[in-house]
């Protein structure tokens, strides 16, 4: 007896199997969609997902690999959204849409900024990514927005050069002041905080004693400031 309920009980279940529809990629990206244009990132993400595991048309692919990454960057998920813009230029490096995905791997990172004075990697990051979208797709449209954003991100470089810089130099370690000082002069030049970096490094220089390179950066800072220019001479007088 036990036997025969057994056997009606599997002939039950894949009676019911046989009668469960296929499973619709179409419908299930259309509500995907949706959710997505409601910024109901979570949703979409696993109507997405749903279709990457179960549609056995593999032509979706590149758009859902995107679309996943675009959830995360909606969600503010900044780190997980690097994760997927960079699986999908790994698997799709030429697909039409590779230039936009290198793009906001590089936004990702600009969205993590803080303060100027935390962890400089982000901006470092967003300079690197930029100038990869300008070097590897140097058509792609994002030319103006990619420089426009190296030149924030090396401006908040600078800054927190000047920053670091200063903090030496309040806490009289003049050596490592003009460590920082001079790296900002180097490689920000030009920068917003070029001004106070010649300031800076010119006192750093007079308190080690080192009088022709304080001389120097108070002269250049003279001569590219006019309005430092009586400052800067005041302290060239007292070498």
Sequence with gaps: MKKILSLLFLIL????????????????FKDAEDNMRSENFEKARKGYQEIQEKSPDRSYDAVLMLRVAD????????????????????????????????????????????????????????????RKLLEKYPKSGYEEQARKYIAICQDRLADYELYVGRFYYKKDSYKA???????????????????????????????????????SRFETLAQKYPAMKKTALAHIQKL
């Design 71 to 130: 959830t995360y960057f909606g969600e503010e998920k900044y780190s997980e959204a690097i994760v997927e813009y960079q699986a999908f230029l790994n698997y799709h490096p030429v697909n039409k849409f590779a230039a936009y995905a290198q793009y906001q791997i590089a936004m990702s990172n600009y969205k993590d900024l803080t303060t100027i004075d935390r962890d400089p990697a982000p901006a470092y990051a967003v300079v690197k990514e930029m």
């Design 177 to 215: 002041a003009v460590g920082r000082l001079e790296k900002l002069l180097k490689d920000y030049p030009g920068s917003s905080a070029e001004k106070d970096a010649l300031y800076y490094a010119g006192l750093s220089y007079s308190e080690l004693g080192e009088k022709d390179l304080a001389r």
């Design 13 to 28: 279940l894949a009676a019911c199997a046989a009668k469960e529809p296929p499973f619709d990629a179409v419908a299930v």
